[in-house]
């Protein structure tokens, strides 16, 4: 089982920044893809980004050029940093893994962009 827990949401003005950071534990050998999804009341979650174990990250088109995704695997721990918010992108974000044939989700944080 593997555990994922997010944080590092809140309430940012329009133009601003914020680091989301999700830390895995559990029996977390195997997982090879981690990344970050988003979903807006009433919209379908959607993928912002992801990484592999190998390190190889991918973005949503929408995303790239202001969202890095990261990681540190001795922290067991990836990250979302976020630039030039736009209240488009206020949103509840989580956390996902894959592991073999399983996949894992955060229980979300919540991110604000007032205008």
């Known amino acids: 089982q593997v555990h994922l827990v997010e944080s590092g949401g809140g309430l940012v003005q329009s133009g601003g920044s914020l680091t989301l950071y999700c830390a895995s534990s559990?029996?977390?050998?195997?997982?090879?893809?981690m990344g970050w999804f988003r979903q807006a009341p009433g919209n379908e979650r959607e993928l912002v980004a992801s990484?592999?174990?190998?390190?190889?990250?991918n973005y949503a088109d929408s995303k790239k050029g202001r969202f890095t995704i990261s990681r540190d695997i001795a922290k067991n721990t990836i990250y979302l940093q976020m630039n030039s918010l736009k209240p488009e992108d206020t949103a509840v974000y989580f956390c996902?893994?894959?592991?073999?044939?399983?996949?894992?989700w955060g229980r979300g944080t919540q991110v604000t962009v007032s205008s």
């Open positions: 559990g029996n977390i050998s195997g997982i090879w893809i």
């Open positions: 996902h893994a894959r592991q073999f044939n399983n996949k894992y």
């Open positions: 990484i592999t174990s190998g390190g190889v990250s």
